[in-house]
């Protein structure tokens, strides 16, 4: 059952970012991670009564270290998904710097995923979903004081155009968390973690259908080889 909830963890994985790229093509990247977080912290605050668990002082640690995590990777993915004029912006800064453009964003993103898949196996499954309560939290305080530090405070309010979008961003992700955490406690890490970090092929397959955005072959060729990569996963299990 491991295989199967990673499985449908990527999947919801990749429809956050879906939504979140949607967002942060109307609203401040500040506003689309913080209120996106504050959707998901009302909602696991909301299913604690049932789904509290029995938490200890390294669960909420870990899921402290989560939610730095969470701000590295959520900021870094929505960052690749803003407007264009936005986005040439952030080019043209990194290509002034030697440093081919989006390779930050996605560096960050990467190392963010991974260490959000790290930390979260290192709670006990007796805290049952209890660490994401704190991961939405710290997220939320990390970004806020970045955003006010920064003199960018009221960009923390998401435009009205965007509100949709944060919702579903905020429902989709602290769900695949939730899936991720049910996953990595019934199986490996190093089997979990990889199918969960296919989460991309969701996107794509999202922006396909909803956008009529065309894949190149390269993409495909990724696409296939990731699908390959669970059977092949799936059968030496």
């Known amino acids: 059952m ?7 963890c990527a999947i919801v994985y990749g429809a956050s970012d879906f939504c979140g790229g949607i967002a942060s093509r109307r609203t401040a990247t500040f506003g689309v991670v913080v209120a996106s977080q504050a959707v998901g912290f009302v909602l696991v605050l909301a299913l ?14 870990w899921g402290a270290m989560c939610g730095i995590a969470g701000a590295v990777a959520l900021g870094a993915v929505v960052c690749v998904s803003r407007s264009p004029d936005a986005a040439q912006t952030s080019a043209t800064t990194a290509a002034r710097r030697g440093i081919p453009p989006g390779v ?6 990467g190392v963010g995923f991974g260490a959000i898949f790290i930390t979260l196996a290192q709670t006990r499954p007796a805290a049952a979903f209890s660490p994401l309560l704190v991961a939405r939290l710290t997220t939320i305080v990390v970004i806020a004081a970045i955003a006010i530090t920064g003199g960018s405070a009221r960009d ?3 435009a009205r155009a965007a ?5 579903l961003c905020g429902v989709l992700d602290v769900s695949a968390n939730a899936l991720y955490l049910v ?3 019934q199986g490996a890490i190093s089997t979990v973690a990889v199918i969960t970090s296919l989460y991309p092929a ?3 397959a999202l922006a396909a259908i909803v956008f ?5 072959r390269l993409q495909w060729a990724g696409v296939v080889m990731a699908l390959a990569g669970v059977a092949a996963i799936s059968a030496a299990r």
């Open 2 to 8: 491991a295989i199967v909830f990673s499985v449908i």
């Open 48 to 61: 604690m009564p049932w789904f509290g668990g029995a938490p200890q002082a390294a669960d909420w640690f």
């Open 104 to 109: 930050l964003e996605a560096t960050g993103a």
């Open 156 to 158: 923390l309010r998401p």
């Open 163 to 167: 509100v949709l979008a944060v919702l």
């Open 183 to 185: 996953a990595v406690h």
């Open 202 to 204: 969701s996107t794509l």
């Open 212 to 216: 009529g955005e065309r894949l190149v």
